[in-house]
Every structure is written in structure tokens, then in C-alpha cells.
């Protein structure tokens, strides 16, 4: 079993490794087959972290009321809207049965109920009748600080706005539901796209990135010659002069490099075309990819929510403190400050696991397509990689979204310090937060990033996590041109993907709200339907994106583990005109096959036809 503080090399089982090319040339290689658990001790330490985050929140729970939170409390500590047991009290005001009280006054300053500068908070039965509020989620709030919230929602009141809002629902649910079946086609459409025409979309896309480019650098430098005929006398014109100058020099500049970069990575951007095109053939074989995203949806959004209802339980705990007999609160001691942040740092790791879960799982069955020669013989390859994540590869999936949990709780936890000190902050100050914000992140993109290929190396060998991760850096360090090419070509093009199913949907659905009559606020009803329009677009296009990194790491594993000749590749002849002699490697594997099936055929054949090693 391999970790973090083992070598695990030796547990590699390399596809070429398992058989003669003679005995597996048309047959299932797949996979690793002699797996075992990898990262163990992870996979243990995810349970005690979960059991220890539950006795957490149970000595929380045991100091908390949740309705604290969700009704508010008065000045003695009293919650609204429920019968208050009774305990002793210097203040003799705990207690109350406010059951019909179930509205949180907040008193702002200014007024004579204010003592001392403190606000009071007291609970009343309605919020009707009290001049200058209004209801606002269980609390009597100042009209004041309702006036933009008011401005923005309805003329008449947030609670009149949803109203109107739930009218405009049901007016408008069939048509909300054909906008989002609409979503669902065009997400379906880009999917045949990515596969068909792909490489007019990206040769059209640096086409005109380098026009547009053109055309500015073009109207810059008439711009420029234009104001340089004025002949300005004043600083004010010659310095206009000069700007212009300068913003054409630098346009012809981006104009020069962009067009040099296409130029040079004219072969890499091939390379994402054809990525392109085999990642559609696999999701083609496989179209129950395409639901997987759906499960981790409902998993997040179940840890999400979980991690919310927790967050209100840890925010209504504390002891009681009231001070001068006027003013309580709920004071959190040191066990209930850390509770919080621990609960942070499980949602992070819970998000991340459930996301690692997906990237292996997909991970898995498109290695195991790309390696398996007859791919009519795939055996339930989601399944397998299902499994084969159950059984052994859980702990990799925990270390790797734990160390991105981490860096994104360092970034919380910097964040909050940063709000904190926000009145004694000057430039420096607020620079040296900027910085290490924008470090972090650099650094939490990066290890996401190495972390999706780490498990694909994992589904493939059945590495463990470091040794997983040490030989993705290598493969994608030595291939840095394309690497390059697919996260910035392959990546924008992605995002136009999604683009273009939210904004022809959203287009769509303003011509058919405009055609209705009564419909109070059509901006929520074309917000709602442009996010699930993204939602099902990014549930697509992400296994899209995950099956292209997989199969480019397939591709150059397939390079370094086979010679095309006396190990043929797996990959498929448009994959393989991207490797160095690859035309004698058809030709070897071609004649290989061709004289097999002349010495099995009763009768040799008058005409033998090529075949590539590699069936699409």
C-alpha cells in the first residue's frame, strides 16, 4: 500500500506490462488490476475529523437556541416568539412567555429609548402601527435601512415584492420550463459541436482574437497620426500625442506576440482539436457521464445546507452576559470561536471531496475507454471506476481535497483578520493584503489544478496521492507547450460554450416575457432562468473538461509506456499523427495486423485494407 511517506513505485502496473502486444492486440488492458488502498491513513482521518467536529457541535447545540438566531432575542435575553424558562436574574426580567410577541424591535439610536448609546431590542406582537418600521424576516427594522433594499426589489415593499414575485411565477411557469428544457437542448447542442465542428469554432475564435487585434492596432496608429498633425503647442495636447503613441506601440506589440503565438502553437492547438474530437467519442460510448454531475450537485448542495444549518447553531451559542442590568448578549468562549472555524474548514473539505469523487470516477471510466482497444467490449467502465474509488482510492480523494481546504481556509481566515482591522488599515497595509490574496490564490488554482491530474494518474495506476501528483507535475512540465495551449485555447473555447447556452437562452426568454402582459419583475424570471441555464451547462462542459485532461493524460502515458511498433499505442490514428515517427508506427502495426488476419483466413485476400492500431 502506498503513502505520502512510502515509495509506491513499485505498485505501478503499466497497461504494456501485463501481456505480449501478440496476446492483447485486440483485447481489454484497461486499467491497473493489482490495486490496493492508497493514503489509508486519510481516509481514517476523515471520521475522526467529522467525529470530533459532532462533539463540537453538540457542546454548541447544548449552549444554543437556533431561534436566537432566527427570531432574535431582547435586551434580557428573552427570545421572541417562544415560552422563555424562567432563571434567576439580578435584572429579574428572564423568563417571559412571548409567544405572541414574535417580532424583534430594533431600536435605533438617536431616540429617547437609547441608554447610554446602547440600542435596546425589545419583542412586540406586530410591526403595524410603529411609526418608521417595517417587518423585515421575524424583526421591526427602520425604514431607513430598508430605503435601497426597497428601491431595488418594488416601489411598494419587500413583502409586496414577493408577492409579485411568486404572481409572476405562476403566470410564467410553462414558459420557465420551456426556457429550461431550451437550456437543456442548446447544452446538448454544444456537446455535438465540440465533437463536429470544434476546429472551425477555434480556428475562428484566433482568427479573430488577431483581426480584432489588427484593427485596433491599425485605427490606434491613425489616431495617432492624426492628433500628431495638429501639432499641439500645449503639454495638454502633446501629452494626448503621446498616449496615443504609446497605446499604439503596445497594441501593435500584443498584436505581434498573439499572432507569433498561434504561429508556433499552430501544431499544439491541432492537438486540442483532436482532444476535442476523442473526448466526444468518449462521452459518446459513455453518455451516463453526463448524469454524473447531477449526484455531486445534490451532494453539495446537501453539505452546503448542512454546513449552514450547523453555522446558525454554532451562531446562537454563547453564555449569557447582561451588563448593567439593560443589555444582554450571548458570549462565545474560546471552544465555540474554534467550533466555527472548524466547521468552516469541513465544509471546504467536504465540498472538495465531493468534487475529487467526480474527477476520479470520470477519470477512471475514460482511462479505461482510451486504453481499451475494441471499445464495444467496455464493460461497465463507470461502474469499475466507481468501485475501484470505494475500495481503494478514498483516502487519495481525502488528502488531496484536504490540502485544498487548507489554502482556501488560510484565505478565509486572512479575509476575516483583513475585515477586522479594516479601521486601522492604510495603503501598505491593505497592499500586503491584496498580495497575499492574489499569492494564495495563484497557488490554490495551481494545486486544483494538479491535484484533477494527480487523480487521474491515480484511476489509471492506482497511485498514491504524492507519488500521483509528483508524476502528473513530470508529464505536465515536460509537455508545458500543450498543456498551455489546451488550459488557454481549450479553456476559452469552453467558456464560450457556456456563454452561448446562457446567452441565447436569456435572449429567448426576453422575447417571450416581453409578449406577456402582467408580469411585475421579468428580471427575476430571466435571472432564475439564465442560472440554471449556466447550472446545466457547467455540468456538461465540466466532464467535457475533465475528459479532455484525462485523455491528454492517457495520450502522453500511451507515448512513454509504447513504441507504436513492438508495443503498439492505444491512442487512435488522429491522436497518433501528434507523435514523432508516427507514421511508421501505423504503417508497422497496420501490416501486423494485416498479415494476422491473412494467416487466419481460409482463403488469403486479394485486398488487405490498413487499419489503425487505434479504433475510434
Not at 452576559?321 to 474560546?334: L, Q, R
Not at 471552544?335 to 471531496?353: D, E, G, I, S
Not at 474527477?359 to 463507470?382: C, D, M, Q, Y
Not at 482556501?408 to 479575509?415: D, G, M, P, S, T
Request: charge should be positive; aromatic fraction near 12%; proline fraction near 2%.
Amino acid at each position: 500500500m502506498g503513502g505520502c511517506l512510502t515509495k509506491s513505485e513499485g505498485s505501478k502496473v503499466s497497461p504494456k506490462n501485463q501481456a505480449s502486444p501478440e496476446d492483447d492486440a485486440d483485447g481489454y488492458i484497461g486499467l491497473a488490476k493489482n490495486r490496493s488502498c492508497t493514503d489509508l491513513p486519510f481516509i481514517i482521518l476523515l471520521p475522526c475529523f467529522l467525529i470530533v467536529l459532532f462533539a463540537l457541535l453538540g457542546y454548541c447545540i447544548s449552549y444554543g437556541d437556533i431561534y436566537r438566531i432566527v427570531n432574535g432575542y431582547d435586551d434580557c435575553g428573552n427570545v421572541c416568539g417562544m415560552l422563555n424558562t424562567f432563571e434567576d436574574s439580578a435584572s429579574g426580567c428572564r423568563g417571559f412567555d412571548y409567544r405572541r410577541q414574535k417580532y424583534l424591535k430594533v431600536q435605533s439610536s438617536g431616540t429617547t429609548e437609547v441608554d447610554n448609546g446602547q440600542i435596546n431590542r425589545i419583542c412586540v406582537e406586530t410591526c403595524d402601527g410603529i411609526a418608521g418600521y417595517k417587518k423585515f424576516i421575524n424583526r421591526c427594522i427602520p425604514e431607513k435601512s430598508l430605503y435601497q433594499v426597497n428601491s431595488f426589489f418594488s416601489k411598494t415593499g419587500i413583502s409586496e415584492f414577493f408577492q409579485e414575485v411568486s404572481e409572476d411565477l405562476q403566470m410564467c411557469w410553462r414558459e420557465i420550463l420551456y426556457l429550461c428544457l431550451a437550456a437543456f437542448v442548446f447544452a446538448v447542442i454544444i456537446m455535438f459541436m465540440f465533437r463536429y465542428v470544434v476546429g472551425f469554432i477555434i480556428w475562428l475564435v484566433l482568427a479573430g482574437a488577431i483581426a480584432i487585434c489588427l484593427i485596433g492596432t491599425i485605427v490606434l496608429w491613425a489616431i495617432y497620426g492624426s492628433e500628431k498633425n495638429m501639432n499641439y503647442n500645449d503639454a495638454i495636447g502633446k501629452r494626448r500625442t503621446n498616449s496615443f503613441l504609446a497605446f499604439a506601440i503596445i497594441a501593435t506589440i500584443a498584436t505581434i506576440v498573439i499572432s507569433l503565438v498561434v504561429l508556433v502553437l499552430r501544431k499544439r492547438i491541432q492537438l486540442v482539436i483532436a482532444l476535442f474530437k476523442e473526448a466526444g467519442k468518449a462521452l459518446g460510448n459513455m453518455p451516463l457521464l453526463l448524469l454524473e454531475p447531477i449526484l455531486t450537485f445534490i451532494a453539495l448542495v446537501t453539505v452546503v445546507g448542512l454546513w449552514l444549518y450547523l453555522a446558525i447553531w454554532i451562531e446562537s451559542s454563547g453564555e449569557l452576559k447582561i451588563e448593567n442590568n439593560t443589555s444582554a448578549k450571548y458570549v462565545k468562549n474560546a471552544t465555540m470561536k474554534v467550533t466555527r472555524w472548524y466547521n468552516v474548514l469541513a465544509m471546504f473539505w467536504m465540498t472538495q471531496f465531493v468534487i475529487g469523487c467526480q474527477h476520479i470516477v470520470i477519470a477512471g471510466a475514460v482511462a479505461s475507454w482510451f486504453f481499451t482497444r475494441n471499445k464495444s467490449e467496455l464493460n461497465s467502465p463507470i461502474a469499475t471506476s466507481l468501485l475501484n474509488l470505494v475500495k481503494y482510492h478514498l483516502g487519495t480523494v481525502a488528502l488531496g481535497s484536504l490540502l485544498i481546504a487548507i489554502v482556501q481556509l488560510v484565505r478565509a481566515i486572512l479575509k476575516w483578520v483583513e475585515y477586522l482591522t479594516a479601521d486601522a488599515q492604510n495603503r501598505v497595509t491593505q497592499t500586503l493584503y491584496c498580495c497575499c490574496q492574489c499569492c494564495l490564490s495563484v497557488f490554490e488554482n495551481f494545486l486544483q489544478y494538479l491535484t484533477r491530474n494527480a487523480y487521474v494518474e491515480t484511476a489509471l495506476f492506482g497511485y498514491s496521492f504524492c507519488t500521483a501528483g509528483n508524476k502528473a507535475f513530470k508529464i505536465l512540465s515536460s509537455n508545458a507547450l500543450r498543456v498551455f495551449a489546451i488550459n488557454s485555447v481549450g479553456d476559452f473555447v469552453l467558456l464560450l460554450g457556456k456563454a452561448f447556452v446562457v446567452a441565447i437562452t436569456v435572449l429567448i426568454g426576453i422575447g417571450v416575457i416581453q409578449s406577456m402582459d402582467g408580469v411585475h419583475h421579468s428580471w427575476v424570471i430571466l435571472v432564475l432562468v439564465g442560472l440554471f441555464a449556466y447550472l446545466v451547462s457547467h455540468c456538461f462542459i465540466s466532464v467535457y473538461e475533465m475528459t479532455i485532461d484525462t485523455i491528454f493524460i492517457c495520450f502522453c502515458e500511451d507515448c512513454e509506456l509504447n513504441d507504436g511498433i513492438s508495443k503498439p499505442y492505444y491512442m487512435s490514428r488522429s491522436l497518433m499523427e501528434f507523435v514523432q515517427n508516427s507514421k511508421r508506427a501505423i504503417d508497422t502495426n497496420a501490416n501486423t495486423r494485416s498479415t494476422k488476419a491473412w494467416s487466419t483466413s481460409a482463403t488469403p485476400p486479394r485486398e488487405v485494407k490498413t487499419i489503425s492500431s487505434g479504433t475510434n
